[in-house]
Nanobody, 123 residues
Framework: QVQLVESGGGLVQAGGSLSVSCAASGRTFIGYHMGWFRQAPGKEREFVAGISWTGGGTYYSDSVKGRFTISRDNAKNTVYLQMNSLKPEDTAVYYC????????????????WGQGTQVTVSS
């Protein structure tokens, strides 16, 4: 099994930047596609960004495209989400997710989820 632990969340002013990380353990990390999702109070969880297991493919929600960057360091078993030009509407709990089914790109479902890290953007 795979365990995912997010970190790096916090409070930032609108227009600022923040980076969150997701550390994986339990099984070989390099064989998983990874993704970031977020959920605001009263709303459904939504997709934010995804990255292929090699790091060669990335995709983003239209709402964050051009502002957020997903990356991964397989040697460190970690995936990152760099968030720039943050807006108050970016406020949410951010979740890391992983899928072993690398034949499907982009993934249609994820197998493992972290507990999330809170990101709050003030205006």
């Amino acid at each position: 099994q795979v365990q995912l632990v997010e970190s790096g969340g916090g409070l930032v002013q609108a227009g600022g930047s923040l980076s969150v990380s997701c550390a994986a353990s339990g099984r070989t990390f390099i064989g998983y596609h990874m993704g970031w999702f977020r959920q605001a109070p009263g709303k459904e969880r939504e997709f934010v960004a995804g990255i292929s297991w090699t790091g060669g493919g990335t995709y983003y929600s239209d709402s964050v495209k051009g502002r957020f960057t997903i990356s991964r360091d397989n040697a460190k078993n970690t995936v990152y989400l760099q968030m720039n030009s943050l807006k108050p509407e970016d406020t949410a709990v951010y979740y890391c997710a992983a899928t072993l089914n690398i034949r499907i790109w982009p993934p249609t479902e994820y197998d493992y989820w972290g507990q999330g890290t809170q990101v709050t953007v003030s205006s």
